[in-house]
DNA sequence: GCAAAAGTGTTACCGGTACACCCATGC
DNA sequence: GCATGGGTGTACCGGTAACACTTTTGC
């Protein structure tokens, strides 16, 4: 992290970013760890999501984008702002004081957090670790974890705005690499929402999408029958989007 | 407003105050005007949103209530946060350098500010002018207008928001009097999306729609057969709300 | 040959849309 | 009696939902 910069001390940026491994909808937690200095006790371990203060001469949106990078190697990523939480007690627990105070790096105790979220395909991010440790969990997992802060709660919010927003918005692929199969986009779109789908009527609706292109590749290395690969079209989806005016995805 | 409190001079809260006027959009703007001291010449002269920075020891969305109340004596009414601006220029226009010199209170140059939007009932609200002058101004006009700082992007994102959100949740109402009668609810999404809408069908969806219940009382004094009143029961809504999943307002 | 996932059609229902005329009231 | 908005019904179309079996491949 450039510590050169001055950062602004009451305002900070949190990244919710999410993958998914086929399976289920993962994101991105780093270890909070302090241990005593006398003892070695460990007084401190939970997770926090990728956050950092912003910087003074930096736009909010850069230092998502900042931090994004920083923890992921990744560029051209999506990203969006979902709320910023500003409550005088988002840092009121005691493990969240005392942390502040250990590391000691002028950050304020009144902090607004803007967060975003990111989607990526995690099938080939390698996470970077630089000092603490950090590891995707599987969201509903994370959900649970009491994470620092209020981060649960901004993990939360950002799960609901995804949820909303794939519905209306061709987000998903962000989730899955450049070629996927129809079943993983219905698997993807099954973990988000938590729906079970028709698989007939889910393919005949997307078959039917014309941004929805197949590729003459097939399915590699699998113990069954190879699917039929996929690409989104972006350019195609901008040409007939106003022809699909009201549709959902 | 109240300066006995210390505010972060980096973080500031704006808010869009939607009304409606039975015909159309209007928008909360307030003046800034600055007369050069010595000749007495006008040379600031614009418009800005309901805004003002947040103080140290004030939950965000509090800061938000305060503001709304300041300036319409209101409480209790529909706010929504929906975007935070954070641009490094957003405060880059000369008049902008020299309002905040002039003013001379402690903002900072670099100010991110949080949007709320807010959706009053207008036919009885008196607005509080305290220094500045302050009105209700057509959306339509207002985006045209040439606002004060970012102003005018935050007041069209706010109008994306509503548009948005009023086909999924019931927030219209909170435009309306108590009271309304099918062709105003009727005006006012028009308003609001846009578009026009068939009556014949617009009646038949709201009319099956239990928690949009009639009253007994007539319109009164117009100069034609009188409509029906309706009110929307917010406790309906919510018994009903999962049975209507999906469904759009 | 068997396990595992890919792939495929038909029918019923519901909600959305298009569309034109009579009614009640104030003046 | 006339101007003004209030109020009503029907027919068509398209999208959604429910539902079960055959096919292709790797091992």
Chains 1, 2 share one sequence.
Not at 5 to 13: D, G, P, T
Not at 206 to 225: C, N, S
Request: proline fraction near 3%; charge should be negative.
């Amino acid at each position: 992290m450039d510590l050169t910069h001055k950062f602004l001390a009451n305002v900070s940026v949190d990244c919710v970013i999410f993958g998914f491994d086929f399976e289920k909808l993962n994101v991105v937690l780093v270890e909070r760890e302090y241990d005593d200095p006398a003892t070695g006790e460990t007084i401190i371990r939970d997770y926090t999501l990728a956050g950092y203060h912003i910087f003074e001469d930096e736009d909010l949106d850069n230092a998502a984008y900042r931090i994004l990078k920083d923890r992921t190697g990744l560029e051209n990523i999506y990203l969006e702002q979902f709320a910023t939480f500003g409550k005088t007690d988002r840092v009121a627990k005691e493990m969240d004081h005392l942390w502040l105070k250990v590391i000691d790096k002028g950050f304020a105790d009144r902090v607004l957090t803007v967060g975003y979220f990111a989607l990526i395909d995690s099938t080939k991010v390698k996470l970077f670790s630089h000092d603490s440790k950090i590891d995707w969990f599987p969201v509903d997992d994370a959900l649970t974890m009491d994470l620092a802060f209020d981060h649960q709660e901004i993990l939360q919010k950002a799960l609901d705005t995804l949820r909303n927003k794939v519905r209306t918005e061709p987000i998903a692929f962000e989730l899955l690499p450049e070629c996927f199969t129809l079943t993983q986009l219905q698997n993807l779109y099954q973990a988000i929402t938590g729906n079970i789908i028709d698989k007939r009527n889910f393919r005949k609706k997307k078959l039917q999408m014309p941004f929805i292109v197949p590729r003459t590749e097939k399915q590699d290395g699998v113990a069954h029958r190879p699917a039929r690969l996929f690409h989104f079209d972006r350019n195609i989806f901008e040409q007939t989007r106003n022809e699909r005016f009201g549709n959902l995805f």
